[in-house]
């Protein structure tokens, strides 16, 4: 199993990013996908997830109103869509596949918000 995150960079305040994790040895449509984000010095949280179908999404209440997680099956690729982005979005930023009896992480891209 292999996840691929790209799409991230040094972007304003205000500004946008679209990251994109690209899945390949599974079954992409077996997997609910989510989007963490680790800062400095803390602790790696849940931005947002998106189950098996695209049916349900969750997002943190940080990100809640500026960030969509999608996917596309097709492709075997998620997406999170970040807008209005403020400093506090400053992390690297990790997607996840997971399902009942399984997970895989990808290694991360950098999201870096500054003037």
């Known amino acids: 199993v292999q996840l691929v995150e790209s799409g991230g960079g040094l972007v304003q305040p205000g500004g946008s990013l679209r990251l994109s994790c690209a899945a390949s040895?599974?079954?992409?449509?077996?997997?609910?996908m989510s989007w963490w984000r680790q800062a400095p010095g803390k602790d790696r949280e849940l931005v947002a997830s998106?189950?098996?179908?695209?049916?349900?999404?969750t997002y943190a209440d940080t990100v809640r109103g500026r960030f969509t997680i999608s996917r596309d099956d097709s492709k075997s690729v998620a997406y999170l869509q970040m807008n209005r982005l403020e400093s506090g979005d400053t992390a690297k930023y990790y997607c996840?596949?997971?399902?009942?009896?399984?997970?895989?992480w990808g290694q991360g891209t950098q999201v870096t918000v500054s003037s």
């Open positions: 996840k596949a997971y399902s009942l009896s399984d997970q895989a």
């Open positions: 040895g599974l079954t992409f449509s077996d997997y609910g």
């Open positions: 998106i189950s098996r179908k695209g049916t349900s999404t």
